[in-house]
């Protein structure tokens, strides 16, 4: 690895996790112009119109991020909801990739899963 697996200090770490957590209030807070991005909000299209998964140029690691959108399609919750959480859920995907790094542990007993961090 080019990093070592021990810090000096906790505070790179904790600066880190803060930064993930301030984007998690931003993606819950600005859901509506996330949402109306291109991209997602053709996703979102798709979603409301088949009720199905979307799996464009064999992306299918997005079906990490549309799974949880797509069941809560299904179980009827409101459009503001579905569009709350299809902001928050990138982040909460990167934010999982993120938790385990600083301990080796993605890199060391699973490096295959990495690179499907940078995938979605």
């Known amino acids: 690895m080019l ?39 053709y996703h979102l299209f798709i979603y409301l119109k088949d009720k199905a998964l979307f799996v464009q140029n064999r992306r299918f690691v997005a079906i990490v991020t549309q799974l949880p959108t797509l069941l809560a399609l299904k179980a009827g919750l409101p459009l503001d909801a579905v569009l709350r959480l299809y902001s928050v859920v990138f982040i909460l995907y990167y934010l999982g990739f993120f938790w385990p790094a600083p301990t080796g542990f993605a890199t060391s007993r699973w490096p295959w899963l990495w690179p499907c961090s940078t995938c979605c």
Do not use: G, I
């Not at 070592?4 to 904790?14: E, G, M």
């Open 3 to 41: 990093l070592s697996k021990q810090y000096a200090t906790r505070w790179p770490l904790r600066l880190a996790l803060a930064t993930m957590l301030v984007l998690l209030l931003f993606a819950w807070h600005f859901y509506l112009e996330r949402a109306a991005y291109y991209d997602l909000a």
